[in-house]
């Protein structure tokens, strides 16, 4: 016997009706398969824009939300109390690249005005907030207390959240940082990189951009072209969601973990993890861990392809393809040239 809700609908309506309830009844499906639903390892390490929204609307005076974008960015617009922190705070006068000195870290904290119970929220464009993730993480900062607006900034604007033009104002406070472990394992030396290469147990990954990678394209800083003999390569921005309505979140733990699976970068394995100078490899290595990839088992190499081609240790040219990862590929000839000052 037919239904009467049928009986009573003429054709099209039938059609109409049967459409809308279909999309009823997956749009929960969607939702809970989607970003920022990422079922990942460690959702603890990001914020989403809606909880970051809540803390700010009840004033919660235990955090402190920094924006680590060029200032010329964080005056045209930003998260409403959202203090400025940009790369001449985390450079260390040694090198280009190479993480501050703990004394930086704790003279920056204390001009930001962090005290002993604070959470940090921190944002960027690209990968700086990822930077200051792991320099604080190396430290010794707390971190169930340290996060990341899963986003970005762009994420908070789509959700219609204001943001603000003037900077906070804050009292300075004396911060104290435990400093790294007696045994870190989370920065990783040219020497320690260099007993990587051909080793089964290790991987080390390039996340720069295919051209830096193959050779066809280098950056101001660099004394040649290529890379570490035997590395792999994924570019940084593919655990980033490219476009749509979570453009810019990270993308879900399993397709994280497929795309770096696929290249060979896996969580059994040491993982050194290079870009031109330092900055993107953090983006990556915060991917892995938040997938569940052990922290103890992710290493920065510090130096990244500014320190390893200024040195007299050996790189390749080589094809990189995205699906197999890096084929054979040559060893380029060692060059002398004069040392320039590294361009991120």
Known sequence: M????WKRAPGPAAVTLLLTLGLILLLPVVQASGVPQGDYAHPEILMQPEKLKALIDRKDPHIRIIDVRHKAKYYLGHVPGA???????LENKKGPGLTPTQA???????????????TLILYGDQFDHTRLWLVLAYYGFPLERLKLLDGGLEAWRAKGYPTQITSPRVSRTRCKLPGPSPTPTMLASLAEVKGAIQNPQKAILDVRSQKQYLGQDTKEGAARPGHIPGALWLEWKETVVPAGPYKGYLKPAAEIKRIFAAQGVTPDKDIFLYSHNGLPATHSLLSLY?????????????GSWVEWSRSQEAAEMGTADASRGPRPSAKAPKTETKEKKAKP
């Open 2 to 5: 037919t239904p009467s809700i």
């Open 83 to 89: 203090l400025e922190v940009w790369r001449p705070d």
């Open 104 to 118: 930086q870290m704790e003279a920056l904290l204390g001009r930001l005005g962090v005290g002993g119970k604070d």
């Open 290 to 302: 938040l997938v569940g990839y052990p922290l103890e088992k992710l290493h920065l190499y510090d």
